[in-house]
């Protein structure tokens, strides 16, 4: 009998996806072997289990755990956090850390295979040195609720939030900053944002910790400047988190998805918080981009440092550059560094960032990635090394093309997503760009991404 909506099955889990998903198949008379795969959150490689199926399609099936019959040895049930099991955050909360790096592994060497045709060798991924209170960022919506605002995170693939104030891949100071907003909304009368409405005025509470300096920064995202009673929060902000240096206001009046609008003031404190990583000081504003792991991040751009071979003498091409911290860590044994990064506020921290570290051999354009590397081209900038940090879909095609117009000798690519990763690797070794190796850090503890560094060198 074909498989059908809330149908129950029992079914053993073989495999898991690179989006936390256990995979198992159901085989019956009707459909030929190997049998219809089922995609089961929360579950771990060899759990035996029955399972409520939420949805058919052609090829495939969705189902939610009901019993787990006979457990993998793989699990690590876990009872120090509440919202895991609903909130889009913890995908692998529910096995132990050396089982999730195995999975992460595996998944990253049949996604190369795969997608890119890559016969290079993926190298042993580099895990944490721990799984929780890792994230030097977070970014909690606020919705309305019956007993006050309700602060926590969006469930996956919707906009439900589920409660959560202290997150355990977060630092546990976070949660008394929240309880601190929380007080000032309701003793305010301050209402938290309606989505469905667009009615109300604190959407997100982002708050930032530098992990080497200890500097915190508090930034609300409202759909109006004009707080009211800030004295009140500046006083209970500051009670609450002694380590706070800024607070800021991000204004984002806008129905979207996206978290920052585009302007923003500060409130109390400094504009910025400052960082140290690999040696040097990074100035981090709202809109920064930094990397949410400090101790993992300095491994990742070691490994970056590793695949450009620099002499001293290389020019070095950072596209996506962000805050510059990729190409700074780079400046001391290059010749130049280019940086190129799309969002301005980003290169302003970037070119501050030099000038405080007394980098000399850098400079920062603000431009379209792919835009500012013909650009270049043209004028006769011919880059002995690239890097590419570029967001979870990947590089252009354009881009691409360019690059390998430029004729580096090396492109050291860093990569959150290892599907896109493969897809751009195939397309660099159809234009003479061959992968040298592969390396999987583990950024990102308990979920299911995983950050990778490839070398590649013109053949």
């Known amino acids: ?61 969705f189902g939610k755990p009901e019993q787990l019959l006979v457990p993998s040895p793989d699990r690590c049930e876990s009872a120090d ?4 099991r609903q909130c889009g955050g913890c995908n692998w909360r ?3 850390y050396e089982a999730e790096c195995r999975y992460k592994q595996g998944w990253v060497e049949d996604t190369m295979r795969r997608v890119g045709d890559i016969e290079a060798p993926v190298l042993a991924l580099m895990g944490g040195d721990s799984p929780d209170r890792y994230r030097n960022k977070a970014q909690f919506p606020v919705a309305p609720g019956e007993a006050g605002p309700v602060i926590g995170f969006f469930a996956p693939r919707s906009h439900r939030i589920i409660p959560c104030r202290d997150c355990k891949l977060q630092p546990a100071g976070y949660a008394a900053v929240l309880e601190a907003v929380d007080g000032w909304m309701q003793e305010n009368g301050i209402p938290a944002y309606n989505e469905e409405s667009h009615t109300g005025l604190v959407r997100h509470i982002y708050i930032r910790q530098a992990a080497v300096t200890g500097e ?42 996206v978290i ?44 970056a440092a590793q695949a450009a071979a620099l002499t001293g003498k290389e020019t070095v091409l950072d596209l996506y550059c962000g805050t510059g911290t990729i190409g700074l860590s780079m400046a ?3 010749g130049a560094i280019i940086g190129v990064e799309v969002v301005e506020a980003a290169v302003r921290d970037a070119r501050r960032n030099a000038s405080a570290n007394k980098i000399r051999n850098a400079r920062f354009i603000c431009a379209d990635a792919a835009k500012a590397a013909r650009q270049l081209a043209k004028e006769g900038t011919h880059p002995d090394v690239v890097v590419l940090d570029p967001p979870r879909k990947g590089c252009s095609p354009d881009l691409i093309d360019t690059v390998v117009e430029m004729a580096p000798d090396r492109v050291v690519y860093v990569s959150c997503d290892p599907a896109t990763l493969a897809r751009d690797l195939k397309l660099f070794a159809e234009k003479g760009y061959r992968t040298q190796w592969v390396q999987p850090v583990d950024l990102f503890p308990r979920t299911a ?3 990778n560094v490839t070398c590649l060198s013109r053949e």
């Open 216 to 257: 915190m920064m508090v930034c609300l995202v409202c759909t109006d400047g004009r707080l009211p009673a800030t004295e009140a929060l500046v006083e209970k902000l500051t009670q609450a988190a002694p380590a706070l240096v800024s607070l800021c206001v991000n204004i984002n009046p806008d129905r979207t998805n």
């Open 1 to 61: 009998m074909a498989l059908c909506k809330n149908q129950v099955v029992e079914l053993t889990v073989t495999g898991v996806t690179g989006e936390g998903f256990g995979v198992a198949r159901y085989i019956d008379e009707d459909i030929p072997a190997p049998g219809m795969v089922i995609f089961i959150p929360k579950t771990a490689i060899g759990d035996r289990l029955s399972c409520r199926i939420v949805k058919v399609q052609k090829s495939h099936a």
């Open 332 to 334: 001391h044994c290059a």
């Open 260 to 303: 920052l609008g585009k302007e923003g003031y500060t409130l109390w404190g400094a504009d910025a918080i400052v960082d140290e990583l690999c040696g040097l000081r990074f100035r981090l504003s709202p809109h920064s981009f930094y990397q949410v792991n400090h101790a993992q991040t300095e491994k990742l751009y070691r490994l």
């Open 81 to 84: 956090c509440d919202a895991y």
């Open 94 to 96: 529910h096995v132990t």
């Open 449 to 451: 991404h995983c950050e």
